[in-house]
């Protein structure tokens, strides 16, 4: 049996398209199970660049199939335009992809909410994609799923009570343009025609295939400080990035879990607000920026850019039960005379022991660093660990002991060919 879960260690885009699409070379299922299409995950091969939103990374080898389990929101728009570009690009997604009768829809209320709620005070800096509020309708019990999609009645009374209430708070609370109700109806059964031979009974699709000795990839999407519950609340996303997430949404429980691998970037960033105690908001954080490419692949934003903080990667191994992990974007790092790492942080002239998500805490921190010698050189054609300079080994000797990890993977390079397992 293997069934891994793949986590994003930090603030997201730590590089897990990437890893996904090593990993599942020899994987026959992937499968998402959270967020939307807030998530942007990059898969480079040759000189063709994927970005990924709802599709697990895992299309792009031929003989994987995808799946989009129950914990997902999807944006029927931008699910249909991702379908369109692969198929443009001679990937096949008939027949390999399969989505969740139980995932909920994204509406337009949700993204019109979604901008409306980040246009007023206390913004998060949300990816504008629809995802907070199509959660706060799915926990509310009033969600439209996929399989209303299927029953013409059912699809057509559901959307005219979410609109009934919804053009309301529009007009009433927000002084806003109501919805066209028939417009959106209309929109919606169109889906119903093109996604009909897509859905599947996922959590009997998923345990049968691993019963039958199937190997099964879970991609998480956003990264474990963006959690709901454990992230900085609340400059987070409105779903569970963490490994727990990964059962609740697929239906594969938690005792067919064989490994849980963490993606960690080699030094830090976060897109929108919230608390970021290694944050360089100076020339530095620029360089990093500039030299990795910190710009979102959802967005556009420009990433906010800092130094690796082990002890934010610790409190995460610990909340996820990281196995192995993959460090990313090492080679950003030989641009540097000197790396800081953050070992710790001070509060109050006292050190902390645990890592503090309160996020009032976490902007009074002050991180404790230890400063190491760069190695100033091109390190992105190395092609194993032996390669790497010494200086780079103590770098990532110094992770595994501040920050409590397993390195298995490291990656040198946005390509497929610039990656190597560490034995
Ligand atoms: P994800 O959301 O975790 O999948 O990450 P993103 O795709 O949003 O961001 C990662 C970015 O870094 C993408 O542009 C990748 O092509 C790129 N990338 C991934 N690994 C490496 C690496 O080792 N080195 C460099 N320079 N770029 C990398
Ligand atoms: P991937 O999967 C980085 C951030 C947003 C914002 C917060 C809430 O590519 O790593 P949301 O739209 O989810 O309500 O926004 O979460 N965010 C991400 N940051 N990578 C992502 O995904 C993200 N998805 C959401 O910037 O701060
Ligand atoms: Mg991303």
Same mark, same amino acid.
């Given at each position: 049996?293997?069934?891994?879960?793949?986590?994003?260690? *930090? $603030?997201?885009?730590?590089?897990?398209?990437?890893?996904?699409?090593? &990993?599942?070379? =020899?994987?026959?299922?992937?499968?998402?199970? *959270?967020?939307? #299409?807030?998530?942007?995950? %990059?898969?480079?091969?040759?000189?063709?660049?994927?970005?990924?939103?709802?599709?697990?990374?895992?299309?792009?080898?031929?003989?994987?199939?995808?799946?989009?389990?129950?914990?997902?929101?999807?944006?029927?728009?931008?699910?249909?335009?991702?379908?369109?570009?692969?198929?443009?690009?001679?990937?096949?997604?008939?027949?390999?992809?399969?989505?969740?009768?139980?995932?909920?829809?994204?509406?337009?209320?949700?993204?019109?909410?979604?901008?409306?709620?980040?246009?007023?005070?206390?913004?998060?800096?949300? %990816?504008?994609?629809?995802?907070?509020?199509?959660?706060?309708?799915?926990?509310?019990?009033?969600?439209?799923?996929?399989?209303?999609?299927?029953?013409?009645?059912?699809?057509?009374?559901?959307?005219? #009570?979410?609109?009934?209430?919804?053009?309301?708070?529009?007009?009433?609370?927000?002084?806003?343009?109501? &919805?066209?109700?028939?417009?959106?109806?209309?929109?919606?059964?169109?889906?119903?025609?093109?996604?009909?031979?897509?859905?599947?009974?996922?959590?009997?699709?998923? =345990?049968?295939?691993?019963?039958?000795?199937?190997?099964?990839?879970?991609?998480?999407? *956003?990264?474990?400080?963006?959690?709901?519950?454990?992230?900085?609340?609340?400059?987070?996303?409105?779903?569970?990035?963490?490994?727990?997430?990964?059962?609740?949404?697929?239906?594969?429980?938690?005792?067919?879990?064989?490994?849980?691998?963490?993606?960690?970037?080699?030094?830090?960033?976060?897109?929108?607000?919230?608390?970021?105690?290694?944050?360089?908001?100076?020339?530095?954080?620029?360089?990093?920026?500039?030299?990795?490419?910190?710009?979102?692949?959802?967005?556009?934003?420009?990433?906010?850019?800092? $130094?690796?903080?082990?002890?934010?990667?610790?409190?995460?191994?610990?909340?996820?039960?990281?196995?192995?992990?993959?460090?990313?974007?090492?080679?950003?790092?030989?641009?540097?005379?000197?790396?800081?790492?953050?070992?710790?942080?001070?509060?109050?002239?006292?050190?902390?022991? +645990?890592?503090?998500?309160?996020?009032?805490?976490?902007?009074?921190?002050?991180?404790?660093?230890?400063?190491?010698?760069? $190695?100033?050189?091109?390190?992105?054609?190395?092609?194993?660990?032996?390669?790497?300079?010494?200086? %780079?080994?103590?770098?990532?000797?110094? &992770?595994?002991?501040?920050?409590?990890?397993?390195? =298995?993977?490291? +990656?040198?390079?946005?390509?497929?060919?610039?990656?190597?397992?560490?034995?």
């Amino acid at each position: 049996m293997n069934v891994t879960v793949l986590v994003g260690s *930090q $603030w997201g885009d730590e590089g897990k398209g990437k890893i996904v699409d090593i &990993l599942s070379e =020899n994987v026959d299922i992937v499968a998402r199970y *959270q967020g939307g #299409a807030n998530a942007g995950h %990059t898969v480079e091969i040759g000189d063709k660049q994927f970005i990924l939103h709802l599709i697990p990374s895992g299309i792009l080898r031929e003989n994987v199939i995808c799946v989009i389990g129950n914990g997902v929101v999807i944006d029927p728009s931008a699910l249909l335009q991702e379908i369109e570009l692969l198929e443009k690009n001679n990937i096949k997604v008939d027949g390999r992809l399969f989505i969740s009768h139980n995932a909920h829809l994204i509406m337009p209320y949700h993204k019109l909410l979604d901008s409306i709620s980040e246009s007023g005070e206390n913004k998060i800096g949300t %990816t504008g994609r629809g995802i907070g509020p199509c959660y706060i309708d799915k926990y509310a019990r009033k969600g439209i799923r996929i399989v209303d999609l299927l029953n013409r009645t059912v699809l057509e009374e559901k959307i005219r #009570a979410n609109l009934k209430e919804k053009n309301n708070l529009l007009k009433k609370v927000y002084d806003h343009d109501e &919805l066209d109700v028939e417009a959106i109806i209309k929109e919606y059964q169109e889906f119903d025609k093109r996604i009909d031979k897509y859905i599947k009974d996922v959590p009997s699709y998923l =345990n049968n295939a691993i019963s039958e000795g199937k190997s099964v990839l879970m991609e998480g999407a *956003q990264g474990a400080l963006l959690d709901v519950d454990h992230g900085t609340y609340p400059y987070v996303t409105s779903s569970s990035p963490t490994s727990g997430g990964a059962c609740i949404g697929t239906g594969i429980p938690p005792n067919r879990i064989t490994q849980i691998f963490g993606i960690v970037k080699a030094y830090t960033t976060r897109v929108g607000n919230g608390p970021f105690p290694t944050e360089l908001v100076d020339e530095e954080g620029e360089k990093l920026r500039k030299t990795g490419a910190e710009y979102g692949a959802t967005t556009g934003r420009p990433r906010r850019c800092g $130094w690796f903080d082990a002890f934010l990667v610790k409190y995460s191994v610990m909340i996820n039960g990281i196995d192995y992990v993959a460090i990313t974007k090492l080679d950003v790092l030989s641009a540097f005379d000197e790396i800081k790492v953050c070992t710790g942080y001070e509060l109050n002239g006292k050190s902390l022991k +645990s890592f503090p998500t309160d996020v009032n805490r976490l902007y009074s921190v002050k991180p404790i660093y230890e400063t190491l010698t760069g $190695w100033k050189t091109d390190i992105s054609k190395c092609k194993s660990y032996s390669d790497l300079p010494e200086k %780079t080994k103590n770098y990532l000797a110094f &992770l595994v002991k501040h920050a409590g990890i397993k390195i =298995n993977i490291v +990656s040198v390079g946005p390509k497929r060919t610039q990656t190597f397992f560490v034995q």
